[in-house]
């Protein structure tokens, strides 16, 4: 089975995804002479699928002007839909994960550079439709291109979600013309059949993620391809004007919001917090109170926490290697332990998680094998350590996974 080929009736918009879905067992580059692609917006038209249609295929394109090296889509299926397959581009170097939830497909140009541009069919999806209840299949593309650096950088876009139904379901209970579809409502339902096989989808607004912080201050740093995943996943926030502050200093109650809003956030603390100078009801209070009933962090003494005191290097590996013990973490060692030369300056509290997290390669020192443990961790540096923490904990969305 080809993978690419020219569209007879595509339609191109910059910036857009479009799925082309067939009928199981036609040829995915082939339709009956009938068939007409009808171009629809997946807000306004569901897809009705006919009952004797079981498998079909998505084939999934994208265009855009800007060159770039590789594009990932996270797919998630309802309970009704089966991932069977999928092939990518023969250009790409194919990637597939899937983590309970998730499929993650995609891939990277072999070339090591930003090559694609234009109008590209990225992939091909096998799908398996069973029973008659409505499903839906929700896809987060990313497309990735080579900075200034050579590094891979991944710019998310908006989740789109198409929803496929059977004749006669809740959602189309009237016939072909009282499909809802989208969170828009309204439309002509469009029809999988026989004599409808080759249905092209423009799903529209493929545009950077909303709400995603476009920070002024991180272009070309080393951790910006971190600290846009976890600002898409809403683990990180900037500071102000627009800015992450990279290279700023992180304070005791910021990493604590940070981790909390990934692995306690909405999770109630069990008490009121005791310490004489934290703030009832400020921002920090759930985060800190929820971190410290489950023994992730401690203050300085029972009445002092130092919420807006610098966080030091030293004190956020002793952090980590209790969140990864509190959440059952196999930090397997990745590295030989070697000695930082300023290893006589860790505190004695500090040393084992210090080398847990330098053989778990979560952490390295500054050059010349220097940790600095008594430095301030910076927001860059804290971004990458939680980008990996959550990586290997299985909490990172495949659709902001940072390429390797």
């Not at 072999?110 to 992939?123: A, P, Q, R």
């Not at 600290?227 to 200093?249: T, Y």
């Amino acid at each position: 089975m080809r993978v690419l080929r020219k569209s007879r009736h595509a339609v191109c918009i910059a910036l857009s995804f479009v799925l082309l879905v067939c009928m199981a067992g036609l040829p995915v580059n082939a339709a009956p002479s009938n068939a007409e692609a009808a171009p629809i917006n997946v807000e306004t038209a569901p897809i009705n699928v006919e009952t004797a249609l079981t498998e079909f295929t998505v084939t999934i394109s994208l265009t855009e002007k800007e060159k770039y090296a590789g594009v990932e889509m996270s797919v998630e299926l309802s309970d009704g839909i089966k991932y069977v397959s999928h092939e990518m581009e023969p250009s790409f170097t194919s990637l597939y994960q899937y983590n309970g939830t998730r499929h993650l497909i995609g891939g990277m140009t072999t070339e090591g550079k930003n090559v694609f541009s234009g109008k590209l069919e990225v992939g091909v999806l096998k799908l398996n439709y069973q029973g008659n209840a409505n499903e839906t299949i929700s896809i987060s593309p990313a497309v990735s291109r080579y900075d200034g650096d050579g590094k891979p950088v991944s710019t998310p876009k908006k989740e789109q979600t198409i929803q496929i139904s059977r004749p006669g379901s809740e959602a189309n209970p009237g016939g072909e013309n009282s499909g809802t579809g989208g969170s828009s409502g309204g439309g002509k339902t469009i029809i999988l059949d026989e004599q409808n096989a080759n249905i092209e989808i423009v799903l529209d607004d493929a545009v950077p993620l909303a709400g995603l912080p476009s920070f002024t201050d991180i272009s070309g740093h080393w951790a910006e391809s971190y600290i846009l995943s976890l600002a898409a996943q809403q683990v990180v926030s900037g500071v102000r004007n627009g800015k992450f502050s990279p290279n700023g200093k992180l304070t005791r109650a910021e990493f604590v919001q940070m981790f909390y809003n990934a692995f306690g956030s909405g999770a109630q603390p069990a008490g009121p917090l005791t310490f004489g100078d934290t703030v009832p009801g400020g921002w920090y209070t759930n985060a800190i109170a929820w971190a410290t009933d489950n023994g992730i962090v401690t203050g300085y003494t029972e009445k002092a926490f130092g919420p807006n005191d610098p966080i030091r290097r030293q004190d956020i590996t002793v952090i980590m290697s209790r969140l990864a013990s509190t959440f059952d973490m196999d930090l397997k060692a990745g590295q030989k332990q070697a000695a930082f030369a300023d290893d006589q300056l860790i505190g004695g509290y500090a040393k084992a998680a210090v080398y847990q997290m330098q053989s778990a390669s979560i952490i390295a020192g500054k050059g010349n094998n220097i940790f600095d443990p008594l430095g301030n961790t910076t927001r860059a540096e804290a971004a990458k350590i939680l980008y990996i923490i959550l990586e290997k904990a299985g909490k990172i969305d495949p659709a902001y996974t940072i390429p390797s």
